[in-house]
């Protein structure tokens, strides 16, 4: 089993930038890839951003990309998303997830954290 601890998220007027930090545990970090999702309300989750332990192996949603950076620090066992230029359309519970490497599904979940973007 994999836990998954989010912090950060809130509420940031349109332009603004929030941070979100997700720290996993219960297994060596380097089994898993971990990522980002969204769901907004009425729409289906979403995968914002990925990450497997390096900057160069990260994977971005087209809608996020360029105002969004997912780093990540393998001591730590910590993957976080700056989110920068945010929009109304940003908002939604953004998840912390992650799945053993070299297979297709997250199967690990944080709890969710509120990101709302708004005047």
């Known amino acids: 089993q994999v836990q998954l601890v989010e912090s950060g998220g809130g509420l940031v007027q349109p332009g603004g930038s929030l941070r979100l930090s997700c720290v996993a545990s219960?297994?060596?970090?380097?089994?898993?890839?971990m990522g980002w999702f969204r769901q907004a309300p009425g729409k289906e989750r979403e995968l914002v951003a990925a990450?497997?332990?390096?900057?160069?192996?990260?994977y971005y949603a087209d809608s996020v990309k360029g105002r969004f950076t997912i780093s990540s620090d393998i001591a730590k066992s910590m993957v976080s998303l700056q989110m920068n230029s945010l929009k109304p359309e940003d908002t939604a519970v953004y998840y912390c997830?992650?799945?053993?490497?070299?297979?297709?599904?997250?199967?690990?979940w944080g709890r969710g954290t509120q990101v709302t973007v708004s005047s």
């Open positions: 219960g297994r060596a970090p380097s089994l898993l890839t």
């Open positions: 990450s497997y332990w390096s900057p160069t192996a990260t």
């Open positions: 997830a992650a799945k053993f490497r070299g297979t297709e599904d997250y199967k690990f």
